[in-house]
């Protein structure tokens, strides 16, 4: 990164008053901070050539970008407490690699660098960013056009800028978790057994003044399991699909710097958003999303105190046998931007990252790709946790996490109509993940259950990052 080191350099020296050490000083139990950063492809980031693409429909460059519909957003919230700090964030696009062909753009590249600005506060295993997915976002992995990398050194920038920009805004804040069942505005690309369940909670986390018993948060975070998909394949304008526009709507509601949303478990989960009014796809775009809304408003109508400031994270590495039927490595791994180097691969091995953070009771968990529902479940069933949150295409992007093996079967026959086993690393790739995801939850402190029977040729593995 030309100037990275002057550039941290400076960012570190403005950021030396904010110590991790600082105990909250109001009576809460964290310190949290939020703030967002326009990530809107420009003339000066991505020159206006037909060079931006849009992600997540068909096969290759097949959408440029005619223009922006709304702005996007990189988001992040950070807080501390109890031993240590952890840094969360989502950009509007279709998903990021945690490193690239082209240079040091990946979310790698973003946590090693926050890691140098806050002079490791913020180590680079507490920091998960993630993308919303939007199929109306810029391809970030080249399987649909690209970017320029001049748009890839603006995202990376814009992300740890943002995430230093909540770390900047810290206060003292006591946080309280809701939930609502928002089953009806979802369903499965798939009507039978394993592959029919979704994940229907939406779950909120939200930041308040100590103290404070009424009035709004100054920091929200809302996870929830839809594909950011309400934009149709006819559209060629740039949006953060309905992530985005409840964003909006939820930070001019409460008056916040920032509302992040951090999609859940995707995979093969749609948004029922044929059933929202509309002639067009805008139309439909604000109609679901206000039914969202809904949702998380009634989710913050309904906290609960969240126990504990107890702040912890970890990362473990993860390495999965390329074993997709339907394309050979050398073709799909033609079509992306993904590094193709150890240790993210080696021969044919695909290696990759888990996360998991705690605060107090609270468990986070990072995934990379679009992870179906069965992982969350597993988190639930095993993990012993006030709120489970999962966090999809997180830290990496590695299509779709097929969950359970044994659904494989029926997501293959399905294609090539339905894309879940083209975008895929291996049948087993998602229970994998699972089972990392339960390691990392046991080594940020939390109490988890004997690992089900999936988990067996997982144990003595070796996750120790490589980098």
Not at 99 to 106: E, I, L, M, R
Not at 374 to 380: D, F, N, S, V, Y
Request: proline share 7%; net charge negative; hydrophobic share 40%.
């Amino acid at each position: 990164m030309r100037g990275a080191g002057v550039w941290v350099g400076l960012v570190a020296l403005a950021l030396a008053g904010c110590s991790d050490a600082e105990a909250p000083t109001g009576g809460g139990t964290v310190r949290v901070g939020v703030a967002r950063r326009d990530v809107t492809p420009s003339a000066a980031t991505a020159p206006p050539d037909g060079s931006v693409y849009l992600g997540g429909y068909g096969f290759g460059p097949e959408r440029p970008s005619t223009g922006v519909l709304a702005p996007i957003f990189v988001r992040a919230i950070v807080i501390s407490g109890a031993g240590g700090t952890v840094a969360f964030a989502e950009n509007e696009t279709q998903g990021a690699f945690a490193a690239y062909k082209q240079g040091p753009y990946g979310h790698a590249d973003v946590a090693r660098t926050v890691e140098e600005a806050t002079g490791g506060a913020i180590p680079r295993t507490s920091v998960i960013v993630g993308s919303d997915h939007s199929h109306a976002g810029p391809d970030t992995t080249g399987v649909w056009g690209g970017l320029p990398d001049s748009y890839l050194a603006f995202l990376r920038d814009q992300t740890v800028g943002a995430i230093l920009d909540a770390y900047a805004a810290r206060r003292d804040a006591e946080l309280r978790i809701g939930s609502v069942d928002a089953t009806d505005l979802i369903r499965s690309q798939f009507d039978t057994p394993p592959n029919d369940a979704v994940d229907g909670e939406l779950r909120v986390l939200a930041a308040f003044e100590p103290g404070a018993d009424d009035g709004a948060p100054f920091g929200v975070l809302i996870n929830y399991a839809a594909h950011a998909t309400v934009m149709g394949s006819g559209n060629t304008l740039i949006s953060g699909d309905w992530p985005a526009v409840v964003a909006d709507a939820i930070e001019r509601r409460y008056g916040l710097d920032a509302a992040v949303v951090m999609v859940a478990d995707v995979g093969r989960t749609q948004p029922r958003d044929g059933e929202v009014p509309g002639d067009t796809d805008v139309e439909k775009l604000e109609g679901y999303a206000a039914r969202v809304e809904e949702r998380v408003v009634a989710a913050l109508g309904r906290l609960r105190p969240s126990a504990g400031g107890t702040v912890g994270a970890a990362q473990l590495f993860l390495r999965e046998p390329y074993a997709n039927p339907l394309f050979p490595l050398s073709v799909l791994g033609s079509q992306i931007a993904r590094n193709d180097q150890p240790p993210w691969l080696d021969a044919e091995t695909v290696g990759t990252v888990v996360s998991a953070a705690r605060v107090g009771e609270l468990l986070f968990v990072g995934i990379p790709g679009e992870g179906y529902p069965a992982i969350q479940q597993t988190l639930e069933t095993h993990v012993a946790a006030g709120e489970h949150f999962v966090f999809g295409l997180a830290n990496d992007q590695l299509g779709y996490l097929i969950a359970p093996e044994s659904g494989y079967p029926q997501v293959l026959a399905a294609a090539p109509g339905n894309d879940n086993a083209i975008f895929n690393v291996s049948p087993r790739i998602g229970d994998h993940v699972a089972c990392t995801a339960l390691a990392a939850s046991r080594a940020v402190g939390l109490e988890v259950a004997d690992p089900p029977a999936i988990c067996a040729p997982y144990a003595s593995e070796d996750t120790a990052l490589p980098f």
